[in-house]
């Protein structure tokens, strides 16, 4: 009974090629997000969702692309790939208590 | 530029020793520290968090000390045990992002507790 589940949980592709990450909770919570742990295992932030409506958006290239159909489902669809997009990409919830509640993790190898 | 920071990245102790794992940070305006820990293949989960209001909050073996004036915080594990052995991220919370959650996270600390 996961709470926030993401999928693939690994992912591995040819530079150039677009690809799509999962990602549910069943928390009921408002806020969803996007984070990256990149090769230096910092933890950074992407986008921010509350209620479907994009609330934070770091300097990430726009080839990164999230899409919110629900509250409960924030999906993250990358256009072509490059070599550093590699990384693991974990989802995540919070209510209000800046809590977050992550997801596995998805780890996206480009080739 | 890193905001948070934990320059030990990893920590060898005694089972039943107490742990104590280090945190630094810059942004004087940072209201809410939390602490994660992480297993292998998992994604982290929440251990414990502090207020800026307050400077010491205690769950059980985790206690969670925070001293404003030198910018730092700690986490101490007592008595520490071989399963909390885990990556551990100390973060803090970002004032613009408010109660959204913009968490700045530290690059994390390997626990090893041997038995």
């Known amino acids: 009974d996961t709470a926030v589940s993401q999928t693939p949980k690994y992912l591995v592709t040819q530079m150039g090629n677009d690809k799509s990450i999962k990602c549910e909770q069943n928390l009921g919570h408002d806020t969803m997000y996007w984070y990256k742990q990149d090769s230096k295992k910092f933890l950074k932030i992407m986008f921010s969702?509350?209620?479907?409506?994009?609330?934070i958006n770091e300097t990430v290239p726009n080839r990164f692309s999230p899409k919110s159909p629900d509250k409960a489902h924030l999906n993250l669809h990358i256009n072509s790939l490059e070599l550093g997009d590699s990384a693991v990409y974990f989802c995540a919830s919070s209510r209000y208590t800046g809590e977050l509640f992550f997801g596995e993790g998805s780890r996206l190898t480009v080739l | 530029d890193q905001q948070v920071k934990q320059n030990s990245p990893s920590l060898s102790v005694q089972e039943g020793r107490i742990s104590i794992l280090n945190c630094d940070y810059t942004n004087s305006m940072f209201d809410y520290f939390l602490w994660y820990k992480k297993y292998p293949a998992e994604g982290p989960t929440f251990l414990i968090s502090i207020s800026s209001i307050k400077d010491k909050n205690e769950d059980g073996r985790f206690t969670v000390f925070l001293n404003k004036s030198a910018k730092h915080l700690s986490l101490h594990i007592v008595p520490s045990q071989p399963g909390d052995s885990a990556v551990y991220f100390c973060?803090?919370?970002?004032?613009?992002?408010?109660?959204?959650?913009?968490?700045?996270f530290g690059k994390g600390t390997k626990l090893s507790v041997k038995p």
């Open positions: 973060a803090a919370s970002d004032p613009y992002g408010g109660s959204q959650g913009n968490l700045i």
């Open positions: 969702y509350n209620n479907k409506e994009l609330i």
